[in-house]
């Protein structure tokens, strides 16, 4: 098992910065992919962004892409969300999720999630 805790969100004006990180513990070892969804009210949940275990090998969705940056530190098992120019249409629960498959972004690849942390941005 693969235990994962988001931290970092917030509340922020249009155009801000925010950083989110995600804590693993557990049998991380077992794991090729990390990323990071999102889910606002009334929607699906949305891929954002994913990382490799090993190497550095990220993916984007195209409405963050060149806004928000995925990293990780393995020492720590920690992962990373640097999100800058936010807007309002950013605003959703984000998600930290785990997977043993490599280079997905589908949700139902992603054997282990976290619980979740608001992002809200205002206009």
């Known amino acids: 098992q693969v235990q994962l805790v988001e931290s970092g969100g917030g509340s922020v004006q249009a155009g801000d910065s925010l950083s989110l990180s995600c804590a693993a513990s557990?049998?991380?070892?077992?794991?090729?992919?990390l990323g990071w969804f999102r889910q606002s009210l009334g929607k699906e949940r949305e891929f954002v962004a994913a990382?490799?275990?090993?190497?550095?090998?990220?993916n984007y969705a195209d409405s963050v892409k060149g806004r928000f940056t995925i990293s990780r530190k393995n020492a720590r098992s920690t992962l990373y969300l640097q999100m800058n120019s936010l807007k309002p249409e950013d605003t959703a629960v984000y998600y930290c999720a785990a997977s043993a498959r490599v280079g997905v972004t589908a949700t139902f690849n992603y054997d282990y999630w976290g619980q979740g942390t608001q992002v809200t941005v205002s206009s």
């Open positions: 557990g049998r991380t070892f077992s794991l090729s992919t």
């Open positions: 990382i490799s275990w090993v190497g550095s090998r990220t």
